[in-house]
């Protein structure tokens, strides 16, 4: 690059600047309206005029938003562990072995990718009412399973096809049995791979609330973006925006840690499969 | 979970990968197909249960009349659901909007994309602040940010409305969606931005310091150089959030609930079903959303040749 000027050095900084207001300002406004009290909601400016731990300490003493917690947790990792197994026997036999029909396959699972979730929502609501799936943790863990696969099958091959499958047959020869093999040499290549694909599987779990609104009819199952909906105000004329407010920090503050530790890894998952999470 | 996650060595592959294997096949590739059939046939499974049979079955749904609340009047009505939400203005207005959202939502965010994918790969200073703040949109709860925004137009509590006069945008049609555009741009400029960071680092870097010392001005690089190189990359980018965008339910669900003429048609399904509970027209519906999402992605496969996804899986 040329020789960098002062103005050019402003001109950078301030458009970094830019970028990170932007991404910042929605994410503070929540946190400061999940600090304020009940009267300084009333209040627009940034700074809450009135503290309060409240809207935290309400919602996480209260079953409405602990257990949508529990299931948001639970379905979710279910979910992701399944789907990245599955996914990884798909990937694999896709970068690895010749066999016809590799093609159809890679192309279903771009048309699932891009489904829209809503033309789902009618068929399998009579599916899951009729096998008795309606308001259960399958209920959600199935078409998240289903959804997660074309993602971890697209991320999933194009990281297995980077793998230098001959240190295996290396490993052979010095004496390592298959299994041995596998363990000490494929395993820990193959993991970076299957960490990228099952944060972003968990994320679009976490984050879904078509159908979590549309299968679930309790807290028995009802996950947590899902459940904001139904918090109530101290009184039937007050909107909850405190508790809204905490929850929203609640269930978004461990996601955005969790992508700012895993940043590079979600990226790289994010460009090689070129499919959104 | 057990009819849709069958355990990996039963049912049926090989019959199916023996009809189809050719004489003259070894011994040992026809191992491989079997092998490769089996490790590909529970994720086929899940994927054809939950996706391809609903589809199917909301075809077969779509042609029936049949309202959850008068179970007994089911019956076979042939096309009368499409011919009802064809000329419903429901149907049509929900359509405008959706497309009106997601041709302003993608053309705007490919733009700041762009602008932000050349901070990424431009600054000097910061790089790794910019790029890990910048993914804070993307990673947030689409639920959780339409909260924000709605409590930042409330009238008298949120700092935009104060900035703009006390304005309630969400109570008024036009401005509503403008919102609602907003904040799927935000959303999803981040995840726009890295994919196209990723095409803008393929581009090697003597092509532009050549073009400089020709004389080309940043913008002539711009468009002669970065932009035709950038098409599959941009191709790519501009098909997924298309369709994502044509999907659009989460945001308008906690900003509007599709009041005031804000729905799109993924909300009018979703209150077909839930509201009117009735299946025929909601499964009409969802088949006439499945026939524009198709329409969308061919018009892109058509248009990215030889670019499209999954025709580079050979390469890497």
Known sequence: ?????????????????????????????????????????????????????????????????????????????????????????????????????KGVLIGMALL?????????????????????????????????????????????????????????????????????????????????????????????????????????STIASRTAPAAMEYFSGGSVFTVPTGPISAAAVVITIPIIIFVLFFQRRIVAGLTSGAVKG | MSTTTPAVTTKPTPAHAAKKGKPQLSEGARAERRLGFMLIAPAVIVMLAVAAYPIVYAVYLSLQRYNLALPQNKAFIGFANYAAVLSSQYWWQALWVTL?????????????????????????????????????PYGIVTVAAAYSW???????????????????????????????????????????????????????????????????????????????LMKPAILVALLFRTLDSFRIFDTIFILTAGNNGTGSVSILGYNNLFNALNLGIGSTISILIFICVAIIAVIYILGFGTAAPGSDIGKR
């Open chain 1, 1 to 101: 690059m040329a020789a960098i000027t002062p103005q050019r050095r402003v001109g950078w900084l301030s458009a970094n600047f830019v970028v990170i207001a932007l991404a910042l300002i929605p994410v503070l406004w929540l946190v400061s309206l999940s600090l304020k009290t009940p009267t300084a909601v009333l209040d627009p400016s940034f700074i809450p005029s009135q503290w309060t731990w409240g809207n935290y300490s309400g919602i996480l003493t209260s079953s409405q938003f602990l257990r949508p917690l529990l299931n948001s947790i639970g379905i979710g990792l279910i979910s992701t562990i399944v789907a990245v197994g599955l996914a990884s026997m798909a990937a694999y036999a896709i970068a690895r072995l010749q066999f016809p029909g």
């Open chain 1, 112 to 216: 699932i990718a891009m489904f829209p979730l809503i033309a789902l929502v009618t068929p399998l609501f009579t599916i899951e009412r009729a096998l008795g799936l309606f308001n259960t943790w399958p209920g959600l863990i199935i078409p998240y399973i289903a959804f997660g696969l074309p993602l971890g099958i697209y991320i999933l091959s194009a990281f297995f096809r980077e793998i230098p499958w001959e240190l295996e047959k290396a490993a052979k020869v010095d004496g390592a049995t298959p299994f041995q093999a596998f363990i000490r040499v494929i395993a820990p290549l193959a993991a970076p791979g299957m960490v990228t694909t099952a944060i972003l599987v968990f994320l679009a779990c976490w984050n879904d609330f078509i159908l979590a609104i549309s299968f679930t």
């Open chain 2, 150 to 228: 709605q409590y930042a137009w409330t009238p008298s509590q949120g700092y935009l409305s104060a900035a703009f006069n006390n304005a309630a945008p969400l109570t008024n049609q036009v401005q509503a969606i403008i919102v609602i555009i907003i904040a799927e741009i935000w959303k999803t400029t981040p995840f726009m931005g890295l994919l196209l960071l990723a095409g803008l680092s393929l581009i090697p870097e003597d092509l532009q310091n050549a073009a400089k010392v020709d004389g080309a001005t940043g913008w002539q690089r711009f468009v002669k150089i970065t932009l035709p």
């Open chain 2, 100 to 136: 009106i959202i997601t041709v302003f939502s993608v053309a705007i965010t490919l733009v700041l994309g762009m602008l932000l994918a050349m901070v990424l790969h431009r600054t000097l200073f910061g790089r790794g602040t910019v790029r890990t703040t910048s993914l804070i």
